[in-house]
């Protein structure tokens, strides 16, 4: 593995943190980078991403669905 | 009593899973309930009546539950909680998930299901108490970050570690409660 792959490889435990990191800040350029070329090889982390974005989407659907009730 | 009274009363007990959803104190939550029907049944006229009722009550309960947050930051930051081995359980020791097979799909057409709503609500009833309360306050009060370390007397971190250990709980929990069993059922 080049150095410059290891320099940018994270684990799917530090993946994930940076999924939901990003909801709350920007992340630096080094981890964007990370995160981009992880997603790129990671089937689960990548539907992780689409998991924490479709749960904050229930969140926000439970509210109105209340409502109509 | 007043039409308006009863038809106040009749959502009382849906604002009260809110607020025991968001403060996880049964009494907390019953203030913050009992001054938002005090404040509407005081002001009824300005209920403007375009919107539905319980859009306006939900209104008024989350500045209720936001004082109550404030009221109590001293015991809510007294009990943290102790999830520091959740990540241990989510991942095997070389960082990858332990369950790497939790598709989806399409997940949107749960959110048609008001069953779905129930589970959602009994997984987020299930959070540890400060995660619940963060998440709630994120993703239900629709408080920005700042706000939430200001109101909770967090760190940023603090705050980051409590909403990504809550989001790794929810995958799980929903996961087991929705769509593995939606799954088994196809």
């Known amino acids: ?38 997603l790129k090889v990671c089937d689960t982390c990548t539907r992780y991403e689409q998991q924490v974005k479709f749960m904050r989407r229930a969140m926000g659907s439970w509210k109105n669905y209340a409502d109509e009730e | 009593m007043s039409d308006f009274a009863r038809q106040v009363e009749v959502l009382r007990p849906q604002l009260l899973r809110f607020a025991r959803a968001q403060l996880r104190n049964d009494a907390w939550a019953e203030d913050a309930v009992s001054d938002t029907v005090l404040a509407a049944l005081e002001k009824p006229q300005s209920f403007a009546g375009g919107s539905q009722l319980k859009t306006w009550l939900v209104g008024i309960l989350k500045h209720k539950l936001i004082d109550q947050l404030r009221r109590h930051t001293r015991e809510i930051a007294s009990s943290p909680d102790d999830d520091s081995e959740l990540e241990d359980l989510v991942f095997v020791p070389d960082g990858h998930f332990r369950d790497r097979d939790q598709d989806w799909g399409n997940p949107e057409g749960a959110l048609h299901e008001r069953q779905f709503f129930v589970v959602l609500q009994a997984c987020v009833d299930h959070l540890p108490p400060t995660q619940a309360r963060v998440f709630m306050a994120r993703e239900w009060l629709e408080l920005d970050a700042k706000e939430i370390c200001k109101e909770m007397s967090l760190s940023s971190t603090n705050l980051w570690v409590l909403l990504h250990r809550a989001r790794l709980r929810l995958r799980e929990c929903l996961q087991a409660r929705w769509f593995a069993v939606a799954a088994a059922k196809d």
Do not use: Y
């Not at chain 1, 940076?18 to 980078?33: A, C, N, T």
């Open chain 1, 1 to 38: 593995m080049s150095t410059i792959r290891k320099f940018f490889k994270r684990s799917c435990r530090q993946v994930s943190r940076l999924i939901s990191d990003r909801e709350e800040r920007p992340l630096g350029p080094i981890d964007r980078v990370a995160l981009r070329l992880h």
